[in-house]
């Protein structure tokens, strides 16, 4: 099969006929890139540490924002639908400007975006703030001009939430990128560090907007408005980057060539594989609470005979969720240790996943919900809980290798590592709106069950993507610099 690869302007385009032909090209430009003078040294660590606080703090301040305008959205208005659509409007903003930004800071640099996610993020809690002041105790019905006013200010809000997000991952991860492409190992470890930062982010602000909500109520967003400033601050003080560029490889000057990546045949071979395991964390993220938590009696009606559906308090509930985010992080963690063959690792998870399902599957068959549990199935359900926590620790390290793959995807385009690492944002904004619109139907058939039915197919579709990836070696593109 024929593939044509443009890797640098200097060099002419090529059409080679095979996988071995297309890894000699590969080398050549490896070898050429590496006599070329370079613009600076590595990034101080310095440097690359406060560009992963800095994604840390605007998960923690988006997510605390979210949990305190879901609380006071559910207090007053009775249309799930209603708080549903404001809530997610954040994704509208995201997956629109991701791209855009990703490509800009490869002619910018990635520090002016990094600058402005932290003030685009207090303006927006400033809107929400606002809107829970001005109208403290909103009456869903009737639907006057008043309401649709509390509801732009609300929206407003949302999508600011989503654009300070979308200035935010590509930039960085165009900056990690960069200041690490002088080291795999050291690449490896950074993107885990950041994939860290964005799960914990995410699952420590669960627990602390509850917190911050229980002492300040609405008031708590000025709590995260601190947040944003301090994240303004320590990008302003301890990020550098340097002034140069890197020259861009053929563009047409084109906002949108994030997306434009998706026509490398790395890139699209490899993103269904990432898509698939982004919508399933996501599924288990966004749906474990409202399975867990469905009243009884109504949940053994529904779906009957399935102990994780149904009759968890709310606090049971949080509490296994924050475990299971934890022990993500610690996985992730335990993966930094560990740098084998991205799909080496890929593998691993996916068969980690097998475990969780499995273990899952048949703790959901040991009662009808928890009070009728009974002391002879509780034997097995300390052998399947090991088995379950195995496969979970496995199971992270398919993020953080994932984006490893698309950082060295990023080294064969020079000068457009934030148009290739937009493509982030985008695979996680649609993972999350796949996981809970599709996972969602899957439990309304069939409870918990369909929810790990859901992770079976999302698990087939990234085994076909990594066996692709596998046999082609379209994980074995190194940097052109392999200092250790």
């Not at 549903?84 to 997956?95: H, R």
């Not at 601190?226 to 980057?241: C, P, Q, S, T």
């Amino acid at each position: 099969m024929s593939q044509t690869l443009i890797l640098d302007p200097d060099i002419p385009r090529l059409v080679d006929t095979s996988s071995s032909q297309i890894l000699d090209q590969e080398r050549k430009v490896s070898k050429q890139r590496q006599k070329q003078p370079k613009a600076s040294m590595p990034a101080a660590s310095s440097s690359i540490l406060a560009a992963i606080l800095s994604t840390l703090l605007l998960r923690i301040a988006g997510r605390t924002s979210f949990v305190l305008l879901g609380f006071y959205l559910g207090e007053h208005f009775t249309s799930a639908t209603i708080v549903a659509l404001v809530l997610e409007a954040f994704y509208i903003s995201e997956l629109v400007l991701a791209p855009i930004v990703g490509s800009l800071s490869d002619r910018m640099g990635s520090k002016p975006f990094l600058l402005s996610a932290p003030l685009v993020g207090s303006v927006a809690a400033l809107c929400l703030v606002g809107a829970t002041l001005f109208f403290p105790h909103p009456h869903a019905s009737p639907f006057d001009t008043w309401l649709v006013v509390l509801l732009l200010l609300v929206l407003v809000g949302r999508l600011l939430e989503g654009a300070a997000t979308a200035l935010n991952a590509p930039a960085s991860l165009g900056y990690l990128t960069e200041a690490t492409s002088s080291s795999e190992k050291l690449r490896a470890r950074v993107m885990t560090a950041f994939e860290v930062a964005t799960v914990g982010g995410l699952a420590l602000a669960i627990p602390f907007g509850g917190k911050v909500s229980s002492l300040l109520g609405t008031w708590g967003f000025f709590v995260v408005i601190a947040l944003h400033v301090i994240n303004g601050v320590l990008i302003a003080r301890f990020l550098k980057e340097r002034a140069q560029r890197t020259p861009q490889v053929g563009t047409r000057h084109s906002l949108m060539e994030s997306l434009s990546m998706l026509r490398y045949k790395r890139i699209f071979t490899f993103l269904p594989a990432w898509l698939s395991i982004n919508a399933l964390v996501g599924a288990w993220i966004t749906l474990s609470i409202i399975m867990l938590t469905y009243p009884e009696p109504a949940a053994a009606i529904r779906h009957p005979g399935q102990l994780l559906y149904g009759g968890f308090s709310k606090e049971a509930a949080t509490l296994l969720l924050g475990g299971f985010g934890l022990l993500f992080l610690a996985g992730m963690g335990l993966w930094m240790l560990v740098l084998p063959r991205r799909t080496t690792v890929m593998f691993i998870g996916l068969g980690g996943l097998s475990l969780s399902i499995a273990g899952l599957t048949l703790i959901n068959g040991l009662a009808g919900n928890p009070a009728r549990l009974f002391a002879s199935s509780q034997p097995l359900l300390l052998i399947l809980l090991p088995l379950v926590v195995l496969g979970v620790l496995l199971l992270s390290g398919f993020t953080p290798a994932s984006l490893t793959q698309m950082a060295a995807i990023s080294e064969l385009l020079p000068g457009k590592r934030g148009a290739v690492m937009g493509l982030y944002s985008v695979v996680l904004g649609v993972g999350q709106l796949i996981g809970a619109s599709l996972g969602g139907l899957c439990v309304d058939l069939d409870g918990f069950y369909g929810l790990m039915g859901f992770s079976v197919a999302m698990g087939l579709i990234a085994l076909g993507s990594v066996l692709y990836i596998r046999i082609n070696g379209h994980d074995l593109i190194k940097s052109p610099s392999r200092g250790r």
